[in-house]
Each structure stands twice: as structure tokens, then as C-alpha cells.
Nanobody, 119 residues
Framework: QVQLVESGGGLVQPGGSLRLSCAAS????????MGWYRQAPGKQRELVAA???????NYVDSVKGRFSISRDHVTNTVYLQMNSLKPEETAVYYC?????????????WGQGTQVTVSS
């Protein structure tokens, strides 16, 4: 099993910044990709950013130039640096990863961290 523990959410004013962290632990043989999703009230969960084991990154168009995803291979931690935040980006942000363990390749989710952008 893999555990994903997120941190770094909170309340920030419009235009402000937050940095989310997600630490993966457990019997991990390898990591294919990790990423961040968000879900606002009444909306579907959407992919915000992802990074592959090779370091390729992709972002939803609305965050390009403002958000940056990175990963620490030693600690199996993925980060999401969010700048110039907008009120409409208020949501629960979830960490996701695809891992190989002794149970094969599976998808895992964190518990979510609330990000509120408001003045």
C-alpha cells in the first residue's frame, strides 16, 4: 500500500501564493507519475498539473505560467507552487500518483487539502 499525505493548503488572498506538498510512503517499487487535481464545490475533479518519472510536466491551460510542479526523487515528495492565485481556484486539492508496489501498478489518492482564495 501507498500513503499520500498532503500539506500546505490554507487561506490566501487573491494574487497570493501557496506551496502544496505531497509525500508518498509505503512499499513503493517505482513511480510512474504524480500529480495534483482539484475539485471545487459542484464541479468535477480536474487535473491541475502532473509530472512523470522522466520529469515531463503538463498543466491545465488555466494555470500555465503561474503554477509549477516539481518532485524530490529521494523523498518521493511532489510539490505544487501556486502563484497569482484567483478566487475561482478555491477548491480541495488532491495529490495523485501511479505506483508499482508488490500488488502491481495502482492509482493512489491523498485525502485532499483545502485551498481558499479570498479577500
Amino acid at each position: 500500500q501507498v500513503q499520500l499525505v498532503e500539506s500546505g493548503g490554507g487561506l490566501v488572498q487573491p494574487g497570493g501564493s501557496l506551496r502544496l506538498s505531497c509525500a508518498a510512503s509505503g512499499s513503493i517499487f517505482s513511480i510512474y507519475a504524480m500529480g495534483w487535481y482539484r475539485q471545487a464545490p459542484g464541479k468535477q475533479r480536474e487535473l491541475v498539473a502532473a509530472i512523470t518519472s522522466g520529469g515531463s510536466r503538463n498543466y491545465v491551460d488555466s494555470v500555465k505560467g503561474r503554477f509549477s510542479i516539481s518532485r524530490d526523487h529521494v523523498t518521493n515528495t511532489v510539490y505544487l507552487q501556486m502563484n497569482s492565485l484567483k478566487p475561482e481556484e478555491t477548491a480541495v486539492y488532491y495529490c495523485n500518483g501511479e505506483f508499482t508496489t508488490d500488488q502491481g501498478v495502482n492509482d493512489y489518492w491523498g485525502q485532499g487539502t483545502q485551498v481558499t482564495v479570498s479577500s
